[in-house]
């Protein structure tokens, strides 16, 4: 039987997800920097903290914390192709939340600050954590190795 750590780091073969790795990954790195350090325009754990507290998602701070962290690293993760499935699945849910408290309600597109690049992300994870990582990945050495 399989380990934990063995299902997690195993994944198909192919350089299908490479592509939804290397875009999506600096994306949520980004985001995620935003929400966590304030970098790249963003207003930080507090100020971000503070916004979400005043849309109801309390405590605040924390809440800044879990999705900046869940972006930041999970990210990365996707960037590296180590523990991709997971990963994934967390940046799925985190998405999940920000279409149905944020976006929802504007509409589809973005000029509107609706729901459309949520969801394209959203659809991103799922594939991801759905397939894994794929041939050019840290999961896939990993794998290898374990199984070797």
């Not at 350089?15 to 875009?23: F, G, N, V």
């Not at 990954?25 to 930080?44: D, E, N, S, T």
């Not at 701070?61 to 590296?80: D, K, N, Q, R, T």
């Amino acid at each position: 039987m399989k380990s934990l750590f063995q299902y997690l780091v195993t994944t198909a073969a192919g350089l299908d997800t490479l592509p939804l790795r290397i875009a999506t990954g600096p994306i949520f790195v980004a985001h995620g920097a935003q929400k966590l350090f304030g970098w790249f325009g963003g207003h930080g754990l507090e100020g971000t903290g503070g916004w979400m507290a005043s849309i109801g998602l309390e405590p605040g701070v924390l809440m800044a914390a879990l999705a900046g962290s869940a972006e930041f690293f999970g990210g990365l993760a996707l960037i590296v192709g180590l523990l991709v499935r997971p990963a994934a699945l967390v940046l799925a849910v985190t998405m999940a939340v920000a279409i149905v408290t944020v976006h929802l309600g504007n509409g589809l597109f973005m000029s509107n600050n609706g729901y459309e690049f949520g969801l394209a992300l959203l659809a991103a994870s799922l594939a991801l954590a759905i397939r894994g990582a794929g041939s050019i990945s840290g999961d896939r050495w990993l794998s290898a190795r374990w199984a070797g």
